[in-house]
């Protein structure tokens, strides 16, 4: 199993840019989730999708868009870039199955919007 | 979701025994204790969770008093690969809100030789 893949690992963009964060599970996860890390704080959810064709915000929602319409595939898209958008940006899954809490995250991308 | 507090930071050195102590006075019923671990550049990885009194694995213990008001997470032997930053999380495990886990800001644990 490769897990939860995330591409690019590196992105830089202009402000008023739009783009894709990809993000893949091959673990047959019902639940997946966005967050977004600045510089030395804690994690920060954006939006999470507990099945296919079911999303819903998190803290932080505003300037994304999610969608799910796989259970593999859970797209990040940042609509207009801003500034305030740089951050490391993580996914994650696990199981439905509440005998098994471990949540699985992917290794980051990393956003710089100038 | 119950809202946790943590250091901020701690330092220890090899081969003690660290104990990171997380407060989380207003954790529910259905709310379960999860703690994380992070280092640079990478995603969050799970240790441990429990629900009361003492859970152990093979990487960490889980001390949760009866009250639950709060939870500490114990290495034993810590190494210079366990520094990194500790996550307790507090939440709900049922399916209506099992994938809407918070994370805190962390305690960031600093182990010297």
């Known amino acids: 199993n490769a897990g939860v893949t995330q591409t690019p690992k590196f992105q830089v963009l202009k402000t008023g840019q739009s783009m894709t964060l990809q993000c893949a599970q091959d673990?047959?996860?019902?639940?997946m989730s966005w967050y977004r890390q600045d510089p030395g704080m804690g994690l920060r959810l954006i939006h999470y999708?507990?099945?296919?064709?079911?999303?819903d915000q998190g803290e932080v929602p505003n300037g994304y868009n999610v969608s799910r319409s796989t259970t593999e595939d859970f797209p990040l898209r940042l609509l207009l870039a801003a500034p305030s958008q740089t951050s490391v940006y993580f996914c994650a899954s696990r199981s439905r199955d509440q005998r098994i809490h471990e949540q699985y995250f992917g290794p980051g991308t990393r956003l710089t919007v100038t | 979701l119950a809202k946790t507090t943590q250091p901020i930071s701690m330092d220890s050195y090899e081969g003690q025994e660290v104990n990171i102590t997380c407060s989380h006075n207003n954790i529910a019923t259905n709310d379960y204790i999860t703690w994380y671990q992070q280092f640079p550049s990478q995603g969050p990885r799970f240790i441990i969770q429990g629900y009361k009194t003492k859970v152990t694995n093979e990487v960490a213990s889980l001390f949760i008093p009866a009250d639950r008001k709060s939870s500490t997470l114990s290495l034993p032997r810590v190494s210079l690969s366990d520094t990194a930053v500790y996550y307790c999380l507090v939440g709900d495990i049922s399916y209506s809100s099992a994938s809407k886990i918070i994370f805190g800001s962390g305690t960031r644990l600093s182990i010297r030789p």
């Open positions: 999708s507990v099945g296919a064709g079911i999303t």
């Open positions: 673990m047959n996860h019902e639940y």
